[in-house]
């Protein structure tokens, strides 16, 4: 087998999907291109985890740019696609239906193992600690201890409540950030989020809107 033959099985075995943090925009065209010739068929681009990194809101312009760049060149190609756009036109599409959009992992019942063999809510509450832990690998999740977490961890910002836009920040991300349950965002992530709908909106597939891969 070559190291190509190797790298596919290795693409194909993971679900054929990249997630990608952008920390900036500068490598963003050359790395989605990059992604796209190793032979992935979907990536989802992160703006909003650049592990430390915020933005400024005067480099929210030039990431507009490149993310128009991208999606323009590479989504929807036949055998690529970028899924954060699915998702952000899905989100979108749900929010005016006035539909709960859930998060990744707290919402979504996700379930994560930590190194101490502890069972958390999602990949990132594995770093919070004992506070977050809902059960363990040898006696399983303890349904009271589940429910009660993901009922606290459940909460919307107060700058978020009265907002349309509905695009409610991860509560426990904000713990990681800030060490408070869902503290109000930062200007630069609100002005992020409305750029992802702004771009995506004028990428809006006519029908199905919904597509499922
Ligand atoms: S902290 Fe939030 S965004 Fe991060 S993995 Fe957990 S639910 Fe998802
Ligand atoms: S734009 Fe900001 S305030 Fe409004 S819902 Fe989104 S994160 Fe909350």
Redesign the pocket.
């Known amino acids: 087998m070559t190291v190509i033959d190797d790298w596919k099985t290795l693409i194909s075995n993971n679900g054929g999907q990249i997630l990608k943090t952008v920390a900036s925009h500068e490598n963003l065209y050359a790395d989605v291109e990059e992604i796209y010739k190793a032979g992935f068929e979907r990536c989802f681009l992160n703006f909003?985890?650049p592990y430390g990194a915020s933005y400024e809101l005067e480099d929210i312009p030039a990431l507009e740019h490149e993310y128009h760049r991208v999606i323009k060149d590479f989504h929807n190609l036949p055998d690529f696609t970028l899924t954060d756009v699915q998702m952000y036109q899905n989100t979108w599409r749900e929010q005016q239906s006035n539909l709960y959009v859930p998060?990744?992992?707290?919402?979504?019942m996700?379930i994560?193992v930590g190194p101490d063999g502890m069972i958390y809510?999602?990949?990132?509450?594995v770093m919070l600690g004992e506070e977050f832990v809902m059960g363990s690998v040898w006696d399983g999740v303890d349904k009271e201890k589940e429910k009660r977490l993901r009922r606290r961890l459940n909460k919307l910002p107060e700058k978020c409540g009265g907002c349309e836009l509905k695009c409610y920040p991860?509560?426990?991300?904000s713990?990681?950030n800030t060490e408070e349950l869902a503290s109000d965002p930062k200007d630069w992530f609100c002005e992020l989020r409305k750029m992802q709908y702004r771009v995506v909106n004028q990428y809006l597939p006519s029908n199905p809107f919904r597509v499922i891969k």
């Open positions: 909003f985890r998060h990744c992992g707290i919402n979504a996700g994560a809510p999602c990949d990132d509450a991860c509560p426990v991300c713990v990681l």
